[in-house]
């Protein structure tokens, strides 16, 4: 069984290519301009790219198409594997489960497709796509491997901030009226991915605080059990640094990883987005 994921997840490269977790790149537009996230547009790229950005090229995602996981699904099926899992970013934060079904009907006979919400995005998702490629590269059977993703999923702890609400105004990810009270008292909003949504997880003044409420929130959800985590943040990484350092201080840490934001997530939560997935052993 071979592994798919679209690129709103997160999955360190040196880790996608030993699982072999193959990558089907969302679309990014700017304008008129049109980029393929990973693929044509790299984060180096995306970051100079938004320092120019105005209302009338503003960044915009759409979700890979049809014929991209069909292509993507045409190569793996022609190196002799007959069975393919998609884990896809969570259905209530875009469509994408719709172009993996209608791609998996254009090859039916073909081979066997299945497919999993995420219910998240980012390492989230990535998480899910790891744990999925080992339990396959280690013969588990469909079934299984669904349990524990399902398992997974249910448990995972998903806590970030955002430094700047101008880019989650204008992907509609909160009201007008919220952004502007923000701005004004200069609050820095504490967010969480629960069911498939962000919701507000708390306020604090100033950045420092957000990066220790982070750790709290996750702390207050997890207690003393195992965890894996992941450190996510978009074109920020010293303030990455310090949110590892607090992490690795009050969790009882298995594992870490440090994984730049996916250039989808990081157009709707904007630079300097940082956040912690969690996720119970």
Do not use: W
């Not at 172009?99 to 998996?104: I, P, T």
């Not at 079934?143 to 702890?157: C, S």
């Not at 007008?176 to 919701?199: C, F, R």
């Not at 195992?226 to 350092?245: E, F, G």
Request: charged share 20%; glycine share 6%.
């Amino acid at each position: 069984m071979r592994i798919v994921m679209d690129s709103v997840g997160d999955v360190p490269t040196a880790i996608a290519q030993e699982l072999q977790i193959a990558i089907v790149p969302v679309n990014i537009t700017f304008g008129d301009e049109a980029f393929l996230a990973g693929v044509t547009m790299d984060h180096a790229a995306f970051y100079r790219k938004v320092e120019t950005v105005t209302a009338v090229n503003f960044p915009k995602t759409a979700q890979p198409t049809p014929y991209q996981f069909l292509e993507c699904y045409k190569e793996i099926l022609a190196t002799g594997e007959t069975e393919i899992l998609t884990i896809v970013v969570s259905q209530k934060l875009a469509g994408t489960m719709q172009s993996v079904r209608l791609a998996a009907e254009m090859l039916e006979g073909q081979g066997k497709f299945y497919a999993f919400d995420s219910m998240g995005g980012s390492a989230a998702q990535g998480y899910l796509a790891i744990e999925a490629a080992r339990m396959a590269r280690a013969g588990v059977d469909f079934e299984t491997i669904i349990a524990r993703l399902t398992i997974m999923r249910d448990a995972t702890v998903t806590i970030f901030t955002i430094d700047s609400l101008e880019y989650a105004l204008k992907g509609g990810r909160v009201s007008a009226m919220k952004s502007i009270m923000a701005s004004m008292l200069s609050i820095k909003p504490v967010l969480q991915l629960t069911d498939g949504e962000i919701i507000e997880a708390g306020r604090v003044r100033t950045r420092k605080k957000a990066i220790q409420h982070i750790v709290d929130e996750v702390q207050q959800r997890v207690g003393d059990t195992p965890v894996k985590t992941a450190v996510i943040h978009a074109h920020s990484p010293a303030d990455a640094q310090t949110l590892q350092a607090l992490a690795a201080a009050q969790l009882n840490l298995v594992e870490t990883i440090e994984v730049e934001m996916s250039i989808a997530v990081a157009i709707n939560l904007g630079p300097g987005a940082l956040g912690l997935v969690a996720v119970p052993v």
